[in-house]
């Protein structure tokens, strides 16, 4: 019974010295903050589609991608508050299979919108993240 106890220890030592403990550090300056910060902006977004419902929805993916990006911190909420379509260009052709083959017409919604958009994220300095 020595022997495996003495592994199981021998074992603990090594598992300790793999993994390292770490300390617990108490955040005393985000407890009773308010934390919820709120913006609002102005964003140009590109994006295009087969119709223009399609490229509306590309349009809000694009925006919340760029607000994702701009804004460093949990995001909790995002309101569009206004949106304006900037260019709208409708583009039809016709497309062949092998070059020849069976034409077909299609169209293309090329959409660039500027969007004032609320949004409301959780705000802390860069030191306590």
Known sequence: MTSKEDAVRAAGKVM???????????LGALEGEELLA?????IRVH?????????SNDLFK???????SEIEAPIVQMTAESVVFDRVVK????EHFLGVFMPRKRTRYDVTASIKV???YLKFERSEV
Do not use: H, P
């Open 62 to 68: 694009a925006l919340r991608n760029r607000v994702f």
């Open 47 to 55: 994006a295009q589609g087969e119709t223009l419902v399609d490229a």
């Open 91 to 94: 583009n039809e052709f016709t």
């Open 16 to 26: 300790d010295t793999v993994f390292e403990k770490g300390v617990d550090e108490e």
């Open 38 to 42: 709120e913006d609002v902006r102005t």
């Open 118 to 120: 609320n949004v409301k």
